[in-house]
């Protein structure tokens, strides 16, 4: 049996570098504006701010991600950082959602 395998060569100059790296930025651009939609969804399902920030889902959340980073081969303390950022500003969202569905 014939298995294809796609071996991506490595860059060679940093323009090249960049150019990996914006095509990277721009799918995860796309997938968080996905993320963003449900973040949003998420608050009408709550009662209040606590609710809003849910620590035991975010400590979860963190636990799974860190995980998944390491059978990846990212850095399990580069993703826990990350999702932690990404979070913080999504709770951020949420919160002014929140308070908008409330009025
Ligand atoms: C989206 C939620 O709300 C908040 C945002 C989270 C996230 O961005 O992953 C996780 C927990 C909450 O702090 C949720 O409760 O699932």
């Known amino acids: ?25 721009s799918d995860l651009v ?6 963003q939609d449900l973040v949003r ?17 975010v400590a979860r959340v963190i636990a799974s991600v860190r995980e998944r980073a390491s059978a990846e081969g990212l850095d399990p303390a580069v993703a826990e950082a990350v999702w932690r950022a990404m979070i913080g500003a999504f709770i951020e969202l949420e919160l002014a959602e929140h308070a908008t569905n409330r009025d």
């Open 1 to 25: 049996m014939m298995i294809a395998v796609t071996v991506t060569p490595p860059p060679t100059s940093l323009a090249e570098v960049r150019a990996r790296i914006d095509a990277i930025d």
């Open 41 to 57: 969804a998420a608050a009408a399902f709550k009662s209040d701010d606590q609710a809003v920030r849910a620590p035991d889902r």
């Open 30 to 35: 796309r997938l968080l504006a996905r993320r």
